[in-house]
């Protein structure tokens, strides 16, 4: 028989490793608490963990009761739900929704060994776009939250592929197991598609001249597979930018163009067309929802709904100004700077 190697842990290189496997403390926080709390201080997110945005204005509008009935639509790291289930006092239930396999499952654990069982947390591995599914079973909701966001632990993660700031794979979905890959995604459009998806999925101002660059590349043989091949290409096609601005244009570009093509692999904007058409048929009358978005496209889609569905006496409220998270919340947690709320309420 085969003596069975022993394989040593990856080791903790420094004070502050960059390597995101290297990060063995992060991504433990009940063992290295004070690593994780120093991390956070600094204005960081700690390896494998996501700090959700605006709790107190969600808990605040949200007015949760125990012996209620919520949905969290997007699970995440689950700090969301773990803050509305307190609200609850053991009483009532909480149904979270997410798609994300190998997250999903990090964070039922999680909230298990809180002490939340089926009873009062309930999880379904379903795309939000399908909540009157949900309905069926559980019935109508009294609260009812959407992140929109990507968490934390995804875009850290080289594996999953959603930043240009790490070398990986291409990937960007938010269910590795399903779908297109982003790569797969640039092999199988065309050059023009492409242009029209960085311009209507987040106003790239470079559409034009990104597409023409990654595609003359992916002719000449250069694979398209790699975050940084993509990268290198929005860098190569933004040289006529003045020096002294190319380093600002080329992270913006950047940003913009993983944007976009998540948007297309995961289909977010039907998603949440389909979202916001079914959203009143699982509210109770006065039933209320909350949704963080985090750009301008997002927001617009549920500010039109929420505002056309009020004019037809669908909500009795909805936030008439875009609700924005705290100076003091932006500078400890930067990646909530971006993050907009908008509320309704449904009609009695």
Known sequence: ???????????????YPKKFEEKYKEHNPDKYGDVVEHVIAKGSTPAGMHISIMVKEILDFLNIQPGQQGLDCTLGYGGHTSQMLKKLNGSGCIYGLDIDPIESAKTVER?????????IFKFRRINFENIDKVCEEAGRFDFVLADLGVSSMQIDNPERGFSYKIDGPLDLRLDPNSGESAAERLHNITKEEFMGMLIENSDEPY?????????????KGNPMDTTTALREAVESALWKVPKEEKAAAVKKSCARVFQALRI???SEFEVLYAFLDKLPGILKPG???AVLTFHSGEDRLVKKSFKEL???????EIAEDVIRPSAEECRINPRSRSTKMRWAIKNQ
């Open 1 to 15: 028989m085969e003596e069975k190697q022993h394989k040593r842990r990856i080791h903790y290189s420094g004070k």
């Open 111 to 119: 909230l298990r060994n809180a002490g939340y069982d089926e009873e």
């Open 287 to 289: 039933g209320r929802v």
């Open 310 to 316: 009020k004019k037809a006496g669908v909500y009795s």
């Open 264 to 266: 297309d692999v995961n």
């Open 207 to 219: 559409a034009k001249e990104i597409a023409e660059k990654v595609f003359n590349l992916m002719k």
